[in-house]
Every structure is written in structure tokens, then in C-alpha cells.
């Protein structure tokens, strides 16, 4: 098909906004599924994806529509991820693409992911097509939505459709406004093949798989390719396009999006955006990629028994292949074992890591207390990246710590601002300004420590605005703060798997949090073991673990108590003793425990 007629867009929203739902009626209208196969979410392929109702992998899809100008049209259509930890999915989307529907929910309006989708889509050049989507909803306010169109994304409001995914309205409005709204295939005219990989996944009869939107030239089964990066060469084993299932073809032409089965056997090989190009004509010049992003999340990931520990290395390789955000390293701790150092782009995408190794590669894992990347300043100017609080080095060494803050942008209902604002001071933020959105929301511009959101700060931002409050974050810069490393210590001996890094005003409260819940979890032992929370050689919090006591006074009835008194002196005296020489065995079901909550 003539390049001129192919149109590549996506559809970009903030959590819940309809996408995937929108992707399944224009599936139906265009015939690309059939009715009898056809399912909720229908490219939501993971069990996990469909469980939690969220998308997690951006999906491509090839639907053929005839317009009403009487021609045949090929669209490409990606579904991205709304949840802020997976924006990278949408960044790797949007660079595939000419055109961007973006979603806004008929009642909620503007959110904070839509602005931050809206303006990714604005720096790549692409065109916007504004859809209100649920206007069948009793609450729908689309007057609202209008206006916040124009005032906070500064969009002409008579640019937007109005639709509804699950009625079925407005469908056909959107796919004519693509045509004639989306920009046909750019860079198509280049003289070499030139092709970005944007995805690609592990299939373990056929190697890596490559997921690409073919630029100029095209790509045919038995082509030699060579990745420009690398320099890397391998042969196009099969081409195909997605409808939603891989359909195999002849060949990937101008403005296709599609797949690639290479004899690329090692998942480390193939780089997301990265540019394919045929190895007898090479092109002079790689296709501008995205930024490659950094993780900003650290957790220790351990198998729970010591011998899947190779199963878990196969499995941490595959997912790194098609998570291009996603990376590990292996390291050993005392208390558990050998295991790996994980680093994710946030706490939802290290849930659903674990929840895949889980489910995915039947591996059981224990994983420790997430953290960040710190940068400890030398006395030599020189600068040290530290992401596991073990490697932390000795305070006589080094002049400060910086952490690295996030730039949040919170919207929420007028009546919480007081109860929010509070929540922001509890986790060391500043809220630099407040912007008002409409008669009920505000939006708060703050600045945060990353560390301090990780755990609780979006549940509790849920709680208190009853599920309307939404946040997204950019990460900022990093800055210098009173941080010490916190150890825990069992009868003396520090457990390295629950050392971190916190601020010290926070330290007591947590090291006795720490203690009490691992004096309740730890069984109870034959002699009085102590869990102290330390900072350097001081002692900040402790608690005892309970006492296992036998009672050898139990054959003597009655007589002097003299009796008794030796008796209880003896076995005093053998806990003494015991206590010197004695181990303390923590089960790993403690850990588990310890580190769940």
C-alpha cells in the first residue's frame, strides 16, 4: 500500500480515562477482530493487566478502514500505559507515531497525567486530536472539559470529538479525523532503510523478537540487518504486522509497524530505540530515539530458595529484554543469600516486576526495602552514586548527601487543600504554587524528596481527596539534606537487609516502628535477644525478642524453696551462657514480613 495512505497514531490519557476501551470499538468497527473473539481489553494481553484493570505494555495494532472518500486506509494504533511509572511506554509510543488522540474523561476533566501525556506528544511534533470521551455519563460536564481544553492544554476546544468507548459514539468521527488530521508517514523519502525499534519480547522457540516502525525503505524475510548502535548483524528470519495477533507477510514497507523475528539469541543484544537498517546499504544516520531512561527505584530481589537462584537470573533476563526501563546487577547479602540489585522507574512498576517474576517464571522471591539513588559528596569535590544503603561509606569520609527530589504536579478537590498541604510538610515537601482549575479543583505545584513517596504518599493522597486527588512527577534535582544510615541489629549483629537510608529526624520513629514489628515476627528464642535500631555506634530504639522458657520447677512439689532457687539459678546461669555463644535464627518467612509491610 502507497505510504500516503498509512496513518500512524496512539491514544494517550490519564488512568481510567477509556483508552483501551476505545481501542476495542474501533477494533469492532473496523472489523480488525471479530465479534465472536472479541473481549474486554482486548490488547490488554497479560492476566495481570486485565486484573487490575490498568495497561501496562504499550500494544501495536494494524487496522484497514475504508474512508469516506472512498480509499482504503492503513491505521497503526498503539494503546499506551496511563500510570505515571509507565510513561516511558508512552514516550517510546509517541516516537513511532505522527498523531496522538488524547483522552479526557467527560466527568473528571483534565488530569495530571493528561497534561503530562499532552505536553510528551507536543515536544514530538505531533499532531493532537482531542477526544471527550464518556459523554454518556449522568456526571459528564462538557462544558467544563471545554474550557479546561483551551485554558490548561491550550487546545481550540472545537478541535475535540465527542465520544464514548463503551456506547459506541463518535467512532467513526475519530477515525475520519485521523485521516484527515494525521500527517501521512514522515522521513519516508530517506534513500536507506532506516527502522526504531520501540519494543521487543522474548519468545523462547524463536529468539528476540523486535517490535519497529519501518521509516524508509523496507524490510523483507532473508534480509541481513544491522543495528546502528552496535553494528550487530543478523538476518530477518520473518516480517509481519500485528491485527492484534502477529500476522506474518512478505515484507514491512514506508510507515509499516510491525515485527521482526531475528536470529538474535541474547536478550542483551537488542537495545529499545535503537535504528535497524540492511547491512549492503547501511544508512549514514540513526533515527533521534528517545532519552534513555534512568531508574529511580532500587530493591534488593532474593529467591526464596537458594537453589532457583539461576531460574531467577533467566528470569530478570527476559523481562529486561522487552522493559527497556528496567535493570539489574547481582549482589549477596549475609541474611539472604546471593540474589540481584533492581532498579525501576517507580513502586507500581516494581510491583508488577515482582507479581511477573511471580506468575510468569514461577520463581518465589523476597525483596527488600526500596530506595533511591543518593550522591555522596567527597572531600575531594568527586562523587559517589550510592543505590543500596550497604555501600553507604563511613560519615568521616565524605562532606554531604544529596538526594534526588521530584517536581510534583497535584490535582485535587478545593475542600482536602488544608489536609494535603499537611501530608506534603509531614514528607519534607514545599509546595511552590497553587493553580485554580476550575469552582472545585486546584492544582499544587510542590517539590518532594523522591524517597519520601515512595511507600505510603499515593495511597494516602487517595484517602484523603476519596479517590479524586491524581499526581504526576518529573524528576528534579538533587539536593543536600541531613541524612544518616540506619542499621538494625540482632544480638549485636547488623542484618543488612534492613539497613536504609532516612532523614534524621525520622530515624527513632522508624527504628522503633522497625524493632517492635520484629520483635512480634521473629519466633521466640531460648534466651532474651535484643533488636536495637543504630545510627554509627549510637543506639536509638530497641525491643526484645520474647523469651522460650521452660519451667524446671515443675517435678518439685512442694518441700523448701531453696529447691527451686537452684534449680532457676542453674538454668539462669545456662542462658548466660547461651546467650555468648548462641545464634539467633531468623525464618525467611520474618523477612518477608518485615519487608511486605
Known sequence: MDASLTRNFCIIAHVDHGKTTLSDRLLEFTNTVQQRVMTDQHLDSMDLEKER????????????????????????????????????????????????????????????????????????????????????LPSANLE??????????????????LASGKAGIGIQDILEAVIARVPPPRWSDYPQTRSLVFDSLYDSYR??????????????????????STGQRSEAKEVGIFTPKMQKTDSLGAGDVGYVVSNIKDTADIKTGDTLTLARQPAADMLPGYKEVRPMVFCGL?????????????????????????????????ALGFGFRCGFLGLLHM????????????????????SVVYHVVRHDGSILEVDNPINLPDPGTF?????????AAIHIPNDCMGDILSL????????????????????????????????????????????Y??????????????????????????????ASIVHREKAEGKGRELCEKLAEIIPPQMFKVAIQAAIGGKIIARDNVREMRKDVTAKCYGGDISRKRKLLDKQKEGKKKMKQIGRVSIPPDAFIQVLKN
Open 399 to 407: 562532606t554531604e548527601i544529596r538526594e534526588p527530589t521530584i517536581k
Open 207 to 228: 529468539g528476540v523478537i523486535a517490535y519497529c516502525r519501518v521509516f524508509s525503505g523496507s524490510i523483507n524475510a532473508g534480509d541481513i540487518l544491522q543495528l546502528m
Open 144 to 161: 467544563l472539559c471545554l474550557k479546561q481544553l483551551e485554558d490548561i492544554l491550550t487546545i481550540p476546544a472545537e478541535e475535540a470529538i
Open 469 to 498: 486527588g491524581s499526581m504526576d512527577y518529573e524528576l528534579g534535582e538533587y539536593r543536600a539534606s541531613d541524612l544518616v544510615k540506619m542499621e538494625i541489629l540482632i544480638n549485636g549483629d547488623p542484618v543488612d537487609a534492613f
Open 424 to 467: 506534603i510538610m509531614e514528607k519534607r515537601g514545599t509546595c511552590d504554587h497553587t493553580d485554580t482549575l476550575d469552582a472545585n479543583r486546584v492544582m499544587l505545584t510542590c517539590v518532594l524528596p523522591l524517597n519520601e513517596i515512595l511507600v505510603d504518599f499515593n495511597d494516602r493522597l487517595k484517602s484523603i481527596t476519596h479517590g
Open 302 to 334: 532474593y529467591p526464596l530458595e537458594s537453589s532457583d537462584y539461576e531460574k531467577l537470573k533467566a528470569a530478570l533476563g527476559r523481562l529486561r529484554l522487552n522493559d527497556s526501563a528496567f535493570v539489574y546487577a547481582s549482589e549477596s547479602s549475609v
Open 53 to 136: 484493570g490498568i495497561t501496562i505494555k504499550s500494544h501495536p495494532v494494524t487496522m484497514l478502514y475504508p474512508a469516506k472518500d472512498g480509499r482504503t486506509y492503513k491505521l497503526n494504533l498503539m494503546d499506551t500505559p496511563g500510570h505515571v511509572d509507565f510513561s516511558y511506554e508512552v514516550s517510546r509510543s509517541l516516537a513511532a507515531c505522527e498523531g496522538a488522540v488524547l483522552l479526557i474523561d467527560a466527568a473528571q476533566g483534565v488530569e495530571a497525567q493528561t497534561v503530562a501525556n499532552a505536553h510528551l506528544a507536543f515536544s514530538q511534533n505531533l499532531k493532537i486530536i482531542p477526544v471527550i470521551n464518556k459523554i454518556d
Open 351 to 370: 510491583e508488577i516486576i515482582q507479581e511477573r517474576i511471580r506468575r510468569e517464571h514461577d520463581v518465589e522471591i523476597i525483596s527488600t526495602y526500596p
